[in-house]
């Protein structure tokens, strides 16, 4: 019975990863670093604030690794970082984890559509450029030779 009650009191950490996730075009480090991040948030304010140390040893990843990553989660629109400072028991003012906000993930496919929409404007552009570029006659590359310019 002790047993029953003690798994009762735990508080449920489950979560759910939405499937569009995987459709972002994430490798496995970013998919990992953002479970990460889920798991640690707060259900009501979705923001965590775990140190790139604390996070590269709970997913044995380096701090310089752990900072990468995050950079590309936040181009990616998945989360965004806010510095935050602590005070010492001195009173000196430093330097705190960041505070990462895990972002609705309807607004990452959102940030991704778009960056795809770009990408196909610039490439139709270009094929365009290259199209025309074949269609102009082409000159010499040194100009006009003596013999045009006498004629």
Not at 14 to 28: D, K, Q, T, Y
Not at 128 to 149: H, I, S, W
């Amino acid at each position: 019975m002790m047993y029953a009650q003690q798994q009762q009191k735990k508080p449920n950490r489950e979560f759910i990863l939405p499937n569009e996730l995987f459709a972002l075009g994430l490798n496995a480090t970013e998919v990992s670093l953002y479970t990460y991040l889920r798991f640690r948030e707060g259900r009501k304010t979705y923001q965590c604030w775990p140190s790139y140390k604390t996070i590269g040893k709970d997913l044995a990843l380096s701090p310089k690794t752990v900072r990468k990553y995050v950079g590309r989660l936040v181009d990616k629109g998945l989360i965004s970082t806010e510095n935050t400072t602590i005070v010492t028991k001195d009173g000196r003012i430093r330097n705190g984890s960041l505070c990462y906000t895990i972002h609705p993930i309807k607004e990452a496919m959102e940030q991704y559509y778009q960056r795809q929409r770009r990408q196909a404007e610039l490439d139709t552009a270009r094929w365009n450029a290259e199209k025309c570029e074949q269609r102009l006659p082409q000159f010499p590359v040194g100009g006009y030779a003596e013999a045009d310019v006498l004629t």
